[in-house]
């Protein structure tokens, strides 16, 4: 049965939302994302790989019908999260922006799309209705351009000319049938190169398109491995996540002035110090994160972050600590400590060398 929604509840929704803390709300039909080519290119050049669960859920791509059967409609949802700059602290490495809220933004963001869902059940008793978050095979971005939410930028992610590209996706799907708003149909980079110059991995190979395995985001908390020697060196003392080409673009700079604060910050979650995470177990590692957004990367990703920038630093106070960590049970973290401790031990005898040796 199909069920067309009265403008009237359409409004009234996109209020709840509002006050729910979606700064931005658009509704679009359902339909294969313009993009799924694009994302289809895109793997088979290998710009994805580390990324396995998107080649196995590529089908689910093309349709939001494989997350919600029967899916006529989407709410597109924009939730900011801090855009302000941390405070520079001695001897700390930088966390990305998502990551400094109190808590999981999954739990949160959950928490909020089941009042919404529940809105719409006390309307519509019959509807099916489904709210996700960055989880599901969604082309969250390229649907919030078709919703109004804004356009994407040359670094790959949505900017909305207000709010900038600080801030959470999120979709709630339903088999009733909304009245959609206009897509967002212009880009408004222009001629600007920020991101693509700032970045220091050179992740994105040209406007739009970026190579997943060398972007300093993927490397910290995704991939799994030991990084390569060539990036390993630019990681920018970024121990969790990068913000960069989001700092040097305009618009964000444009959303500070405008909106200079949003989610309640967390300072605690804005640097680590590599030196303490280094010593962390994996109970402690338990305790601080579970339930923070840098659960993602387990402690063994965390660590092994935290010793390259270690050694980008020439950090040879560590070497007693990092000598322990050889013998960790954790492969991942044995290699890297390896690894370290014989560039940094290369490093002191090259220096006690007398001259002309």
């Known amino acids: 049965m199909t069920i067309e929604v009265h403008p009237a509840f359409a409004d009234s929704l996109k209020q709840r939302a509002k006050e729910l803390g979606f700064t931005l709300v658009g509704i679009t039909p359902a339909a294969q994302p313009p993009h799924y080519a694009h994302l289809a290119n895109w793997l088979a050049q290998g710009f994805g790989e580390g990324l ?20 006529q409609s989407l709410l597109m949802l924009a939730s900011p999260y801090p855009a302000s700059t941390a405070s520079p602290t001695q001897g700390k490495s930088k966390v990305a922006r998502y990551a400094w809220p109190e808590g999981d933004y999954h739990d949160k963001i959950h928490a909020e799309l089941r009042e919404l869902r529940e809105f719409i059940l006390r309307a519509y008793p019959l509807a099916r209705v489904r709210g996700v978050v960055d989880t599901a095979p969604l082309l969250e971005r390229n649907l919030a351009q078709l919703a109004g939410l804004g356009w994407i930028g040359k670094n790959t992610l949505l900017i909305n000319p207000e709010w900038g590209s600080y801030f959470f996706l999120a ?55 030991q990084i390569s020697e060539e990036l390993r060196e630019n990681l920018n003392d970024w121990i969790f996540g990068c913000d960069i080409c989001q700092e040097v673009c305009p618009w964000n700079r444009r959303r500070n002035r405008l909106h200079p604060a949003s989610r309640e910050e967390s300072h605690e979650l804005t640097t680590i110090d590599p030196l303490e995470a280094i010593n962390w177990t994996e109970q402690e590692f338990k305790e601080r994160f579970r339930h923070t957004a840098l659960w993602r990367t387990r402690r063994s990703g965390l660590i092994r972050n935290a ?51």
């Open 307 to 357: 010793i390259l920038l270690l050694v980008q630093r020439m950090e040879r106070a560590a070497l007693p600590q990092l000598t322990r960590l050889v013998e960790d049970d954790d492969t991942l973290i044995c290699s890297a400590a390896a690894w370290a401790v014989a560039r940094l031990t290369s490093s002191i005898t090259s220096n006690d060398d007398p001259p002309g040796a």
């Open 171 to 225: 979709a709630i799907l339903t088999d009733l049938i909304f009245c959609p708003d206009a897509a967002f149909e212009f880009s408004h980079c222009g001629s600007c190169r920020a991101c693509i110059d700032a970045c220091p991995t050179e992740a994105i190979v040209e406007p739009f398109v970026l190579d997943a395995r060398r972007c300093i985001s993927y490397l910290t908390i995704e991939h799994r491995g």
């Open 52 to 71: 396995p669960y998107i080649e196995r859920r590529l089908d689910a791509y093309k349709h939001p019908s494989s997350i919600l059967d029967g899916c």
